[in-house]
């Protein structure tokens, strides 16, 4: 078992580089099984849960290979089937896009259920209403879901989503690019990561437009093929350390991102107090008073990204004034929120909805990362706080931050990874992935 030991206290002074996006890479992977060919793909962050998606590829017979630092060239031509039985599929959220993925290629897909964070009930009703109206079924057979088209292959149709689903976007628009005809996606997602799929799939052939708004036409096209691609910046990332950078007081400059995506994070930085200097491709983020109160309300893109809501949780926790979090997206997003309070954040739920009193100085304590962003929350908890804060569950931190250990190191955070003995588990066991 890992643990991540920080001693806080250190102001973050330095420059940073921002990886490739985890959640813009997870659906391009899995997009290759419907070139049938070679694709290089660039800017890879180096997470697990980019890691594991590859191997689930590999596991179905596709070829993978290392071609220079954060790239790989991906063969999916001797992929043979439409199941996907690879135990590693339960380990993450993004396998869902097999299910999109097979049935655009093999008109079937025959796959295991997906895991990911947990934040509450996460159906995928839109997908399934998506691919019926693209002609296919979806059952649930033996542990799997199995989507298949009764009446011949899968054909294009329109598609309005009750909600503007990342997952069920991507899902239709990888079942739709080589559907027989026009597909319209109505309410559809609006995220980065959309578009980048979108640029990638064009790339291989694909017809699709309109992604980055509410409603996306896609053209079917008989055939895609490979095609060389560099995954965007990590807008969650650099929110991350932008953050980082506001608790700890000091100046840090996040390289290598796409100021647009990060127009909700800096513009609630700075109604903060933070100062924030914007370049072409760089944010520099400092403080040289407390910070004050703010409201923030998650939703859908161009909304305020729920993925940054526990770090900014950790942030409020040490504002001056009382702030209100309301998550628009999750049923429940607070589990962080526990493991703030044994740091002494005073921090309190109900429904959808968190009081964070502000305190002056939050206090080092052992503490567990229960999901992704929970477990960055507590790193910017740790490097804020007074004394020495213990993270376990550093596995489920590494699934999506690449090197984050070393990129704070960088900035002169006092923050090291250990090997440690695994303890005897004493609460409710992570959902792995
Ligand atoms: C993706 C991201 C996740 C991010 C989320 C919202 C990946 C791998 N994960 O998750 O990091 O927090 O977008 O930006 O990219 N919903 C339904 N029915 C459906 C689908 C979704 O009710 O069929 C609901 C969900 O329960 C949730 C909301 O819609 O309340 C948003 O979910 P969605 O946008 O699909 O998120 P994910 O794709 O799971």
Redesign the pocket.
Known sequence: MKKIIINGGRKLRGDISVSGMK?AA?PIVFATILSGDECILENLPDVTDVALSLKILEDMGATVRTTGRNAVAVDTSRIGGDVSDSPLVGRL??STYLLGALLGRFGEALVGFSG?CDFG???????IKGFQALGAEVRIENGCNHAFCPHGGLHGGSVYLD?A????TINVMLAAVTAAGKTTIDNA?R?P?IVDLANFLNMCGARISGAGTSFIKITGVEKLHGCSYTIIPDMIEAGTYMVAAAATGGRVTVRGVIPKHMETVTAKLQEMGAGIDEKDDAITVSRSSRLTRANIKTYFYPGF???MHPQFGALLATAEGTSIITEG???NRFRYVDELAKMNADIKVEGRTATVIGRERLTGAPVKAVDLRAGAALIIAGLAAEGTTEISGVETIERGYDDIVGKLRGLGADIRMIECENEPEKETPDKAG
């Open positions: 959640n997870l959220r993004a990911g009930v996460r159906p995928i009703d839109q997908h909600i689903s990342v997952g069920a997602a995220e990561h990204p729920t993925d997206v999750f049923d």
